[in-house]
């Protein structure tokens, strides 16, 4: 069975540095996908990034961009120049790819990230 | 924000009522899910529909029952619930069934 764990339950961080949190997750497949959701105090949960496993390269989104280690089972998500507004709890998820079956979408439990002005 | 909508944002109800969530899409998805968040624990998915039929239904409880009358809108109705079923429901849609997940803003739920 897949599972995604977040070992971070709470993180801090100074206005303009840099923040990485963490995810790991187990599964045997090998056509999958990975993401990182933002949900903010607000409550809108918003996709940060995606990647997709069968691709080598790390995915990036201006501030936001991964360190994917595909044998290690690892997805982290580097967040550089954090700013206020990037307060929010954080959510990796993983998704079977289509290929594989039925559908399976799992999330981790969550990081909370705090940035401090 | 404003692709996927839910109503209302806050519901408090008793044991013995029964009421309903919506959920709209405005982003011409054609899949779209139903989500339980509990404080502490992990987004639990509770409905899958793609193309208006139900793909995917982990084990939840007869007490909910979803409705998908056509790909834009979806409900989840609700009787005898219990004050355990209190938490966040997020509704979200995707371009195919496993596509990237679009959120809607949540319902927060209290059952008294």
């Known amino acids: 069975a897949q599972t995604v764990t977040q070992s971070q339950p709470e993180m801090s961080v100074q206005e303009a540095e840099t923040v990485t949190l963490s995810c790991t997750y187990d599964?045997?497949?090998?056509?999958?996908?990975l993401f990182w959701y933002k949900q903010p105090p607000s409550r809108q949960m918003i996709l940060v990034i995606r990647?997709?496993?069968?691709?080598?390269q790390n995915a990036t989104e201006n501030r936001f961009s991964v360190n994917f280690q595909k044998a290690a089972k690892s997805f982290s998500l580097k967040i550089s120049d954090s700013q206020l507004g990037d307060t929010a709890m954080y959510f990796c998820?993983?998704?079977?790819?289509?290929?594989?079956?039925?559908?399976?979408?799992?999330f981790g439990t969550g990081t909370r990230l705090k940035v401090l002005a | 924000e404003t692709g996927v909508t839910q109503t209302p944002r806050h519901l408090v109800m008793g044991m013995t009522n029964k009421k309903s969530l919506k959920c709209e899409q405005h982003?011409?998805?054609?899949?779209m899910y139903w989500y339980k968040q509990s404080a502490k624990k992990p987004l639990e998915l509770m409905f899958v529909?793609?193309?208006?039929?139900?793909?995917e239904n982990n084990s939840v409880p007869s007490r909910f029952s979803p409705e998908c009358p056509n790909s834009s809108h979806l409900f989840l109705h609700l009787h005898t619930l219990q004050p355990e079923d209190s938490a966040l429901y997020l509704c979200?849609?995707?371009?195919?069934?496993?596509?990237?997940?679009?959120f809607g803003p949540g319902t927060r739920l209290t059952v008294l």
């Open positions: 990647q997709e496993a069968y691709k080598q």
């Open positions: 599964t045997s497949e090998n056509n999958y996908y």
């Open positions: 979200a849609s995707s371009q195919g069934e496993g596509g990237t997940q679009y």
């Open positions: 529909y793609s193309l208006e039929e139900r793909v």
């Open positions: 998820a993983f998704m079977r790819g289509a290929t594989s079956g039925t559908y399976k979408y799992i």
């Open positions: 982003l011409g998805h054609n899949a």
